[in-house]
């Protein structure tokens, strides 16, 4: 019915950069928020950024000035742009969509597979 595919992640050096996309596909009439959650071991799932179709856009305290997200509206597909990457940003990182796949219903959460980000010291 409806996809959420992630690529990117990987391993790099403190201070490096990655780039996350994530595209939507399947039945989808509209969405509205796109975004990206992390989990590290042991700790909860946390939001990392997250952005309305509008362009509004929200980000956790720790990665503001360093992670920027981005949307193509027209291609269903969010990205994170991380620099300046720290251990501690270390995760699996989950992309998320709340959409709707009818008119006049409400939005739903839709999560993707996660991708492993790995910063080394």
């Known amino acids: 019915q409806v996809q959420l595919v992630v690529s990117g992640g990987g391993l790099v050096q403190a201070g490096g950069s990655l780039r996350l996309s994530c595209a939507a596909s399947?039945?989808?009439?509209?969405?509205?928020?796109m975004g990206w959650y992390r989990q590290a071991p042991g700790k909860q799932r946390e939001l990392v950024a997250d952005m309305t179709t509008a362009g509004v856009t929200n980000y956790a305290d720790s990665v503001k000035g360093r992670f920027t997200i981005s949307r193509d509206n027209a291609k269903n597909t969010v990205f994170l742009q991380m620099n300046s990457l720290k251990p501690e940003d270390t995760a699996v990182y989950y992309c998320t969509a709340a959409l709707r796949q009818e008119a006049y219903t409400s939005d739903l959460p839709y999560w993707g597979q996660g991708t492993q980000v790995t910063v080394s010291s």
């Open positions: 399947g039945r989808i009439f509209s969405i509205n928020i």
